[in-house]
């Protein structure tokens, strides 16, 4: 079955499988684009639900094609996502800055994947990641609803970009807690039921980390994210945090970008070089993560000394730099700050 046939019997077909109440339903069928993601998609409204999911045609086709489900079970699950019951939320509320502003947060996400979308929405680049902003509209157990904020609605809140964002990265480490465990913990918590428990008290960073490390010490691999575990990755940009880390390692660190849900931190001192690392990240990347939710290939590297989180090409690269201006006799430097400056008109 071709894809085009496919889409037109999910259309057809999927009326049969839901509840009277949908009889008059619209469905439209429409391009998405979200980060790390491009697909078909069908959405199902009624005049009471013009808020409703939108389901991945591509996902379906996908698992009918390979044999994994027949057309009928697959439309049946799309039904099932249909009468999902969606938050209320008034639409009309998300154009005024004051109703969502205590609802942002931010996500990272890879800047070259993700540039088609990137240009529609407020952003700021971060090495080769993307910080972007996000409107938290369910925080349920279990759930992470949320849209992304556009050019359009920025304007419409007439604010900067500037101060979306630091609303945003402020707010986040409130609404979504950062959450710092052992590897082996993350491990075993999927061993045991395939979920990692949220955490149910406020967490408190300095006795976190302690518990994390205590059990492993410097050595410690550290999965770092949020409380959800989704989208979690942005975590390692919440104030203290990797500075708490690096203290307590006694090290500068080393930043896996495991996936866009989590990142692992370790002692620059107990790791191996970061060429190594980076061979490892991809091997993971395109062996085991899935494309929607890969954040990079690069490793990156916190140093603490200078708070700053770079690639670690890129880290090695500035203390070379160093070395060598440092190593540079003084009357070298001072003809090359001479050639610097030449052009500069002089301060009056």
Do not use: W
Not at 96 to 107: A, C, E, H, P, S
Not at 145 to 167: C, M, Q, V
């Amino acid at each position: 079955m071709k894809f085009d046939e496919f889409v037109s019997k999910a259309q057809n077909d999927i009326r049969a499988f839901l509840p009277e109440k949908f009889s008059n339903a619209e469905i439209e069928i429409h391009e998405c684009r979200k980060l790390n993601e491009r697909y078909t998609g069908m959405i199902i409204r009624t005049e009471e639900s013009p808020i409703a999911p939108t389901i991945n045609l591509d996902y379906f086709f996908k698992r009918v094609n390979e044999g994994e489900i027949s057309m009928a079970e697959a439309v049946n699950e799309m039904s099932e996502i249909t009468r999902t019951e969606i938050p209320s939320f008034d639409v009309d509320k998300i154009t005024d800055y004051k109703n969502v502003k205590d609802r942002l947060f931010i996500r990272l996400s890879n800047y070259e994947a993700n540039r088609g979308i990137l240009d529609s929405v407020p952003h700021e680049e971060k090495e080769n990641l993307a910080i972007t902003c996000h409107v938290l509209v369910d925080n349920s157990e279990g759930r992470m609803d949320s849209f992304i904020i556009n050019n359009e609605l920025l304007n419409n809140y007439g604010i900067s970009r500037e101060e979306l964002l630091s609303d945003a990265k402020e707010n986040t480490c409130r609404i979504l807690p950062v959450r710092i465990e052992p590897i082996e913990f993350i491990f075993n918590q999927y061993l045991k039921d395939g979920n990692i428990e949220p955490e149910k008290n406020e967490p408190d960073i300095d006795k976190m980390i302690d518990r994390a490390v205590g059990l492993f010490g410097e050595t410690s691999l550290l999965v770092v994210s949020n409380n959800k575990f989704q989208n979690g990755a942005a975590a390692i940009l919440y104030p203290d945090v990797l500075d708490k880390l690096s203290e307590k390692l006694n090290s500068d660190l080393f930043i896996l970008p495991s996936s866009t849900h989590e990142v692992i931190a370790v002692s620059e001192n107990h790791a191996p070089e970061y060429h190594t690392l980076e061979k490892i990240i991809r091997e993971i990347n395109y062996t085991q993560v899935d494309p929607r939710e890969r954040l990079s290939d690069e490793v990156y590297h916190y140093d603490a000394g200078e708070r700053v989180l770079e690639k670690a090409g890129n880290y090695y690269k500035r203390i070379m730099d160093k070395e060598r201006t440092n190593r540079m006799p003084v009357s070298d430097r001072d003809i090359r700050s001479g050639e610097k400056n030449k052009d500069r008109s002089p301060e009056i």
